[in-house]
T-cell receptor, first 116, second 116 residues
């Protein structure tokens, strides 16, 4: 266990559904991340939250909407997704240093999303 | 753009052999490098890291070598075991890029298969 949990582990949804992915970190970190992992592609950074503030949106379509209510929880709200959005969605957390930069990112197990 | 790439997409070894997984990176400003292991159905798991002011770091059965001159990173696994079978990713963090969290870029991954 890495100290980062994600639910659900598997999700099947239709293109008109609305669902949410949840991530929780028990490491006391102050930064959280959403990544997308598709087959045969490198991990793609989607969103970054630093001290609960969104610091990066990596050109992600608006059908993906992140929410970070506190430094331990991160959500990814999904609506009107497309079949090409099917992928493994990974959450990670790290400790951002006050002097700048970050330590290692620790990943959750991911949510396997299938969009029909 | 900046990228981290792997020379070999697959590597097959016999149990007990030593394995070497290679990685090339292109951002000379990267100052922190991480190797992750990802088993089927799981998120990436931290293995070992190295800062740019070092050229070698050893862990338990693993060694990471960094050659900044040619921008090359390698992971050596001693006495490889079937449980080492997984996808291995190298990642680089650029902490000097103006982002407080440190931009982490992943390579595509190498599939390591260990035969008993």
């Amino acid at each position: 266990e890495t100290g980062v949990t994600q639910t659900p582990r598997h999700l099947v949804m239709g293109m008109t559904n609305k669902k949410s992915l949840k991530c929780e970190q028990h490491l006391g970190h102050n930064a959280m991340y959403w990544y997308k992992q598709s087959a045969k592609k490198p991990l793609e950074l989607m969103f970054v939250y630093n001290f609960k503030e969104q610091t990066e949106n990596n050109s992600v379509p608006s059908r993906f909407s992140p929410e970070c209510p506190n430094s331990s929880h991160l959500f990814l709200h999904l609506h009107t997704l497309q079949p090409e959005d099917s992928a493994l969605y990974l959450c990670a957390s790290s400790q951002v240093m006050l002097a700048g930069g970050t330590d290692t990112q620790y990943f959750g197990p991911g949510t396997r999303l299938t969009v029909l | 753009g900046e990228s981290v790439g792997l020379h070999l997409p697959t590597l097959s070894v016999q149990e007990g052999d030593n394995s070497i997984i290679n990685c090339a990176y292109s951002n000379s400003a990267s100052d922190y490098f991480i190797w992750y292991k990802q088993e089927s159905g799981k998120g990436p798991q931290f293995i070992i890291d190295i800062r740019s002011n070092m050229d070698k770091r050893q862990g338990q059965r693993v060694t990471v070598l960094l050659n900044k001159t040619v921008k090359h990173l390698s992971l050596q696994i001693a006495a490889t075991q079937p449980g080492d079978s997984a996808v291995y990713f190298c990642a680089e963090i650029t902490n000097a890029g103006g982002t407080s969290y440190g931009k982490l870029t992943f390579g595509q991954g190498t599939i390591l298969t260990v035969h008993p």
